[in-house]
C-alpha cells in the first residue's frame, strides 16, 4: 500500500481570516480569498489536507460541538464549490489552561494525524501562520511552511525573523496559494 502524500494545515489565518474573538458560527467563517482554490489545486495533483486546529473556545465555553460542526460543515460545502476538499480536521477543544498533548505547540494533534494515515511525519509539510504552530511542526517533525496571511501578516519583519531562528528550515510563502504553487512544482 502506498503512503499518501498528505499536507497538513492550521485553520484560522490560513484558510479562512483569522478573528481574534474565534468563529463561533459559519457566517463567521470568511476564506482567505485564494486558499479554497490553493486546496483544490493540492488535491487536484494528488495531496490529502488535513487541518490541524486549536479550538480554545471549545474549552473556554465560547462554542460548543454542535457550532463547531455547523462552521466545519460550511468550510467544507465552499471548499466543493471549488473542487476541493480537507479529508478530516483534527481539532484541540482544550483552553491553555488544561496542559493538555493536542494543544499547539504540542505535538499531539500531528502525531494523531501522522498514526491515522499511516506516515511518516518528517515527509508530511505543515502550513502555519504563527510561531505556536511552527514549533508544533517542529515538534512533530514535519516540514514547516510559513505563510504570511492571518497572524504572520501583521507580524513585523523583526518578529518574522525570530520565529525563523526557532524554527530552522521554514520556507516563507506569500499565502496558501503560493504554498500550493511551490509544492506541486515539487
Same mark, same amino acid.
Request: hydrophobic share 45%.
Given at each position: ?93 482544550? #483552553? %491553555? +489552561? ?10 499531539? =494533534?500531528? $502525531? /494523531? ?43 513585523? #519583519? %523583526? +518578529? ?10 521554514? =520556507?516563507? $510563502? /506569500? ?12
Amino acid at each position: 500500500m502506498q503512503t499518501p502524500k498528505l499536507v497538513i494545515t492550521g485553520r484560522d489565518g490560513i484558510l479562512n481570516i483569522f478573528r481574534s474573538d474565534h468563529v463561533k458560527a459559519p457566517e463567521e467563517w470568511q476564506p482567505i480569498p485564494g486558499a479554497l482554490e490553493a486546496v483544490a489545486r493540492l488535491n487536484h495533483a494528488g495531496w490529502h489536507v488535513v487541518v490541524a486546529t486549536n479550538q480554545s473556545g471549545i474549552g473556554r465555553g465560547m462554542i460548543d460541538m454542535t457550532s463547531v460542526n455547523a462552521v466545519h460543515s460550511h468550510m467544507m460545502r465552499l471548499l466543493s464549490e471549488k473542487g476541493g476538499r480537507i479529508d478530516a480536521v483534527f481539532f484541540c477543544p482544550h #483552553a %491553555a +489552561t488544561e496542559q493538555c498533548e493536542c494543544r499547539k505547540p504540542a505535538p499531539g =494533534l500531528m $502525531h /494523531d494525524i501522522g498514526e491515522r494515515y499511516g506516515v511518516e511525519l518528517h515527509t508530511v509539510p505543515m502550513v502555519c501562520d504563527t510561531l505556536r504552530d511552527l514549533e508544533a511542526a517542529q515538534a512533530a517533525g514535519c516540514r514547516p511552511h510559513l505563510v504570511r496571511t492571518g497572524r504572520a501578516a501583521v507580524a513585523d #519583519a %523583526a +518578529t518574522v525573523d525570530q520565529w525563523l531562528q526557532a524554527v530552522p528550515g521554514t =520556507l516563507v $510563502h /506569500d499565502d496558501m496559494a503560493a504554498f500550493a504553487e511551490h509544492l506541486i512544482a515539487r
